[in-house]
């Protein structure tokens, strides 16, 4: 008998607008050693889903409906006394956002305590010895102190692995994981991730991990169910899914995904058109009718579950149609950098006032070259400084030095100093599409406010200005009329982009554009940014924490770290040289959706620390997996240059090839046991 | 912690110095000389005069308020101009009284609203929520002497239960005392108890709704342990300045509540004092107002960072 | 991730809120309001007596057919005095609520938009303002610039710019780094465009409400100065004064002092309503007008 076993769920929600369906008809069964990955993008009723499989009846369900039978137990029939003797010792929750999560007002160590005596009802010094127990099984050192600590005082890495230690503390049956790396940096998520995998073996509990990211499910689940729009639409073993996907939905959501060797040179990415349908638009049909290119008459009627292969089943009419989704194909027209550069940024520094006594800087001396027509891709972790380089650049932040050179001119620090010319030349796009245009006002009067101020415009000539360029960002000119709370986070996206756009700057500066974008919609914004570019031979400066899109847009590459730039170079050469330590570690903790591809494991130890920068030498050396020797402590290090790339190591080129390319297994391992 | 509070009582002790100085200033620009007013209109010129130089009245404003000051700093309040008597001496009786009553209105109002604006955070749009929820709208409106007048029209003129003044007879009994006292605090803290209830109930919803509360019944937690461990500490912070603010509010409606039952306190001396433009006497009560509110703002803050580890990192 | 889920909440715990009965929480706070609109324009028209005439009946007769409301102890009849009253207290109070609030927003907006030393300075400004009670410091200025409409007008301006201020800056604060004002500062926008033009739209509905708290507050303000005797003067009458003046006969002519204090809770009751019904965390906001 199955472990868990969900049969036809659903759970209405009691909103002001009217009852609203989250999840509808859910079936799945999970079996005692199974890892089910639940896929889904935002919206489609996966954390509901988690939460009403605990029995979980949050606030506003109107109704949950069918059944969930754990271990014999029926979960929504239960009375609160008895789910609470079930939560927390047979099913554990990992909560995403552990900082939410952890009650502000208690040290860690004694959440983790109340939960065990809660259960076991043994006393407080048997239970502080489960809980230091528990909090050195997640590779907490020094248990004891951490203990001590109140949530915000640790880092997010740090709270994830309490809220991990909560739920291993009981040696749960069952561990439901809702997205517990969003929001934590690619190598605290490696990290974790590792974790995770180490716990499965240990424990040998069944768990239920649920994200929007596909590489992260391909790497920690043995199955896989997609969810979309409330429901699930194929269910399968990993490799099925990944090798064979015989949904619609799970096939674009899969070409959406740029692979590692892929360029923008090389292939098309894919996008879904259209959004996910609101409530009311939802008809009888496949939920996922409206964006399926492959539809027919047919798709009208709700399908069946139908089988493909052994445990692999989906909701489709046709589960073999691999061939008649229609490839969006043909690639960008992509421009080519040339040789005359548009900006020049040389050694800008930002310094954020002093806290508890050491000065806190976002950037120390940093450069950046942009050469006309190029795409410039700046990466690294939260910290690392490349967003505010970016507002130095734009004259938003004043930095402390530095200048900035933009077409041959040395511009004035603040924005407020520089001429209507140089505004309209250099223009941004922000990251959080829900604030980047005014609530207040409609779209139109937004862009054409926008053009207004920088160039002296008839309202008729602004009035096609705006036309044109919502025509380029494929938006309907009646979108001038809505307001932004009528658009989706794609459109907002869109709109802002084409605010960028409308003076045909020289220069667009991108701060994560795409981060909080789902997958589907990703893909489609990054393919505007790239026939923006071919139309118009502008630069960017793209700023992203997705490696992956980087590789993927960039004609260069240009990697921070603490404020500084350790490593830069052209976007192919990061498939084939030897790179910088830190590179190397945030190059492997983005796992690559394909199944079977080795990826070598590089974990970092610790934590980004402010500390660090006031070192004499290699900021990076204290969480370095190849410190070369004491000169690492002392000295700062030079730069390596090779015709396509530099770096500031310690290590030459060569030395660096050789020691990368010994055994993968063996750095990992080493690394691994001193993560933290 | 420690560092927190000294410069928290640093700030206070500059603020108390810049309220002086307002007050002292806004005292200079009153109608009326003092020494008229003390003398009346026969007084004649000479005799003006030399009170004038008396109470160093001809010496220029700075001087008069560096003296004033001071005097201040070693203790010593001055002397009223209209009791001629030293200032601490006519203050002491009004300040106990107020303080009576004052503390009174604090200890039924607190617990009350934070017992109530808890329980109606629990039973959210419940009958009762609605019922409590109505009642303090109308509370918190009401200007003290409104719903004082109305208390007295009910308990004294038509129920006769409670007498209508207070503080008034000389030989009483404890009964008679608590019993004349029920009305002005009744009025007194109406209001602070609407506030204080509505801050707890809109703090103790938003932490009910929040992720850790849902953390923590997921990890199979007595309700009642949720509540106290995990509700009350995060709910309880926010109200604490609101019960400070409250105390502020409580200067003035002391003012009115002891004009309204002709109570001998601090208020009621108040509004003696700026009708007989006793300066020396306003300054200090002015002062003692402003000290309690910052101190009682000051014991919230300090409250707030003891209950939630995170006020004051960000 | 999940935009379009319910939010979480806890239903074990306490049930979920929704608006209920939401348009007659607006709407019957709007008609009273409306209704003491139309009494201060109207007020002394429709009223049967002088209402500073002495003797229009017997001394402390209570409410009959000739005198709704009863007389006082000079036999003024006690419901024309309330009709009257209206006026002074609306319109003071009016005209205090305008210039305050928007005095108070504006300051708190440029200061908390701009930042720097100037928000710095006028911050601490406020803190001193703010270390005195508002009934408190209201009497002060009273007493130093002497009773009248005008002054009353000066002093509840005083007490209400440092508290609007303060509002004001907190509501413009999250808002300073947002993408909508980078996108205007990028076009080359000025700070007095981007807080007027840019953020006060967003901050709208928020001052509104402060305007009705205010608008209450000062209701009650005024009201307790007059019943100090320091606000409007006789003979013209006022509601807070009426009472004050009724409270020694209170035990034999309780309705001397009941209409007029019936007049003055069931505005500002009315009012705080009106704030209550315009915004969802008014519970939170009122808090502030302590």
């Not at chain 1, 291993?168 to 190598?187: V, W």
């Not at chain 1, 096609?464 to 309907?476: G, I, N, P, T, Y």
Request: proline share 6%; hydrophobic share 45%.
């Amino acid at each position: 008998m199955p472990l868990l076993e969900v049969a036809h769920l659903s759970v209405d929600y009691q909103t002001t607008r009217g009852r609203v369906r989250a999840v509808n008809d859910v079936t799945f069964a999970l079996e005692r050693d199974e890892v089910l990955g639940i896929v889904g993008e935002s919206g489609s009723g996966k954390s509901t889903l988690a939460q009403a499989v605990m029995g979980y009846r949050a606030q506003g369900t109107a109704a949950t409906e069918g059944s969930v039978s754990f271990d014999g137990t029926l979960l929504l029939q239960c009375r609160p006394t008895e789910l609470r003797r079930i939560w927390g010792r047979r099913i554990a929750m990992v909560h995403q956002n552990p900082l939410a999560s952890l009650t502000p007002t208690m040290p860690v160590g004694d959440q983790v305590i109340e939960t065990v005596r809660q259960h076991r009802g043994i006393d407080a010094v048997a239970a502080r010895a489960v809980m230091l127990r528990s909090l050195t099984a997640v590779n907490l050192p020094d248990a004891a102190r951490i203990a001590k600590r109140y949530p915000h005082e640790l880092s997010g890495g740090q709270r994830q692995r309490i809220m991990i230690a909560i739920a291993l503390s009981l040696e749960p049956d069952l561990m439901i994981l809702d997205e517990p790396t969003t929001n934590l940096d690619a190598t605290t998520e490696a990290v974790i991730l590792d974790l995770l995998e180490e716990i499965k073996g240990r424990l040998g509990a069944a768990m239920i991990y649920i994200s929007h990211n596909l590489r992260v499910i391909a790497r920690i689940a043995t199955r896989v169910a997609v969810m979309y729009a409330g429901e699930l639409v194929e269910s399968g073993p990993v490799d099925g899914i990944l090798r064979a996907p015989a949904h619609p939905y799970t096939r674009a959501l899969l070409a959406c995904l740029p692979r590692s060797g892929m360029t923008k040179r090389t292939a098309s990415l894919q996008w879904i058109e259209g959004e996910l349908p609101a409530q009311h638009l939802r008809g009888q049909g496949c939920i996922f009718y409206s964006r399926c290119s492959a539809r027919t008459e047919r798709c009208q009627i709700a399908p069946e579950w139908a089988p493909v292969a052994a445990g692999h089943s989906v909701r489709c009419w046709y589960p073999q149609a691999a061939s008649a989704v229609a490839a969006i194909t043909g690639a960008a027209t992509v421009g080519l950098p040339s040789a005359d550069v548009v900006l020049e940024a040389r050694d800008l520094a930002k310094n954020f006032g002093h806290r508890r006594g050491a000065a806190v800087r976002a950037v120390s001396d940093a450069s950046l070259r942009v050469p006309r027509g190029s795409i410039v891709g700046l990466v690294g972790e939260s910290g690392s400084g490349k967003s505010t380089l970016l507002r130095c650049i734009a004259g938003l932040e004043d930095p402390d030095r530095g200048t900035v050179r933009f077409l041959g001119v040395d511009l004035p620090a603040s924005v407020g100093k520089r001429d209507k010319a140089v505004l309209r030349s250099m223009q941004m796009v922000f990251q959080d599409p829900e604030s980047t245009l005014n609530p207040a006002h409609s779209v139109g009067i937004s862009l054409r406010r926008h053009i207004q101020a920088m160039q002296g415009l008839s309202a008729t000539d602004a009035q096609r200005c705006v036309e044109k360029a919502l025509q380029q960002v494929r938006l309907d000119p009646g979108y001038q009329h809505r307001l932004p709370r009528e658009l989706s986070g794609g459109e907002k996206q869109r709109v802002a982009i084409a605010r960028a756009f409308l003076s045909a700057p020289e220069l667009v500066l991108c701060d994560e554009p795409l981060s909080s974008l789902d997958v589907s919609v990703q893909s489609a914004i990054c393919r505007l940014f790239l026939d923006l570019q071919g139309d118009d031979h502008s630069s960017y400066v793209f700023v992203s924490h997705d490696l992956s899109i980087v590789r993927y847009m960039a004609d260069s590459i240009v990697v921070m770290y603490l404020g500084e730039v350790v490593e830069e170079g052209s976007a192919e050469s990061f498939d084939r040289l030897p790179l910088h330590p830190y590179t190397e570690a945030l190059f492997s903790a983005t796992p690559d959706v394909d199944p079977g591809a080795i990826s070598k494991r590089v974990r970092l130890q610790g934590q980004v620390s402010e500390a660090d920068k006031s070192r004499p030498g290699c900021i990076f050396s204290p969480r370095c997996h190849l410190t070369k020797g004491p000169e690492c402590d002392a000295i700062a290090p030079p730069w390596q240059e090779t015709s396509e790339r530099r770096y500031r190591c310690h290590w030459a080129p060569e030395e660096l090839r050789a020691l990368q390319a010994a055994s993968p297994g063996a750095i990992g391992a080493t690394a691994l046991a001193g993560a933290s | 912690m420690l560092r927190f509070v000294l410069r928290r009582l640093g700030l206070l002790a500059l603020t108390l110095f810049a309220v002086s100085v307002l007050i002292f200033s806004i005292t200079q620009i009153l109608p009326g000389d003092v020494a008229t007013m003390i003398l009346g209109m026969q007084a004649t010129p000479q005799d003006l005069a030399t009170l004038r130089s008396q109470l160093g009245l001809d010496q220029p404003a700075i001087v008069q308020y560096g003296k004033w000051l001071g005097g201040v700093l070693q203790g010593d309040l001055g002397v009223s101009t209209r009791f001629q008597r030293p200032v601490t001496e006519v203050l002491a009786p009004a300040l106990r009284n107020s303080a009576v009553l004052a503390s009174a209105g604090i200890l039924f109002a607190a617990p009350l609203g934070l017992a109530l604006g808890l329980i109606c955070a629990l039973r959210r749009n419940s009958p009762l929520d609605y019922a409590i929820s109505s009642v303090t709208i109308f509370a918190a409106a009401m200007p003290e002497f409104v719903t004082g007048g109305l208390m007295i029209i009910v308990f004294s003129t038509w129920l006769g239960w409670l007498p209508p003044f207070a503080g008034t007879g000389s030989a009483r009994t404890l009964a008679q005392s608590v019993s004349e006292l029920i009305l002005p605090v009744l009025a007194l803290s109406l209001v602070i108890l609407a506030y204080i209830l509505r801050m707890m109930r809109a703090s103790a919803a938003e932490v009910l709704d929040s992720s850790f509360v849902k953390a923590a019944l997921l990890k199979g937690l007595d309700r009642r342990r949720v509540i106290a461990f995990h509700v009350l500490p995060v709910a309880i912070g926010p109200t604490l300045s609101v019960i400070a603010l409250s105390i502020g509010w409580m200067a003035g409606g002391l003012v009115i509540v002891e004009s309204l039952f002709g109570y001998p306190g601090l208020g009621r001396l108040l509004v003696f004092v700026i009708r007989n433009r006793d300066i020396p006497l306003l300054q200090s009560i002015a002062l003692i107002i402003a000290a309690v509110y910052a101190m009682a703002n000051l014991c919230a803050d300090i409250g707030q960072r003891m209950l939630d580890p995170r006020v004051g990192t960000k | 991730m999940n935009a379009r889920a319910a939010p979480v909440g806890v239903e074990v715990l306490a049930p979920p809120v929704f608006g209920r009965r939401y348009g007659l929480r607006l709407a019957v706070p709007v008609a009273i309001v409306a209704f003491y609109l139309l009494l201060a324009v109207f007020g002394p028209m429709a009223a049967p007596y002088s209402p500073t005439d002495f003797n229009t009946g017997p001394p402390l007769t209570g409410p009959t057919q000739l005198h709704f409301f009863g007389t006082d102890g000079y036999g003024r009849d006690v419901f024309s005095r309330v009709l009257v009253g209206a006026r002074s207290i609306l319109l003071l109070s009016i005209v205090a609520t305008l210039f305050g609030v928007s005095a108070g927003c504006a300051i708190g907006m440029i200061s908390g938009y701009r930042g720097g030393f100037v928000d710095e300075a006028l911050m601490r400004l406020v803190d001193i303002l703010l270390a005195l009670p508002g009934l408190l410091l209201a009497l002060l200025i009273l007493t130093s610039l002497g009773p009248s409409g005008v002054n009353l007008v000066i002093a509840i301006t005083i007490v209400f710019v440092p508290k609007s201020a303060r509002i004001a800056r907190s509501a413009i604060l999250p808002l300073r780094g947002l993408g909508y004002v980078e996108a205007a500062r990028l076009r080359g926008a000025r700070w007095y465009s981007i807080v007027f033009r840019e953020l006060m739209p967003n901050v709208l509905p928020e001052l509104a409400v402060e305007f009705c708290l205010r608008f209450a507050y000062a209701l009650l303000l005024i009201s307790s100065l007059g019943f100090l005797g320091f606000g409007v003067q006789p003979p013209t009458p006022d509601w807070g004064l009426m009472i004050s003046e009724a409270r020694n006969y209170v035990s034999i002519a309780p309705w001397t002092v009941f209409f007029p204090a019936l007049a003055i809770g069931i505005v500002v009751v009315a009012v705080n309503a009106l704030a209550d019904a315009l915004s969802s965390t008014g519970e939170r906001r009122a808090a502030q007008y302590l």
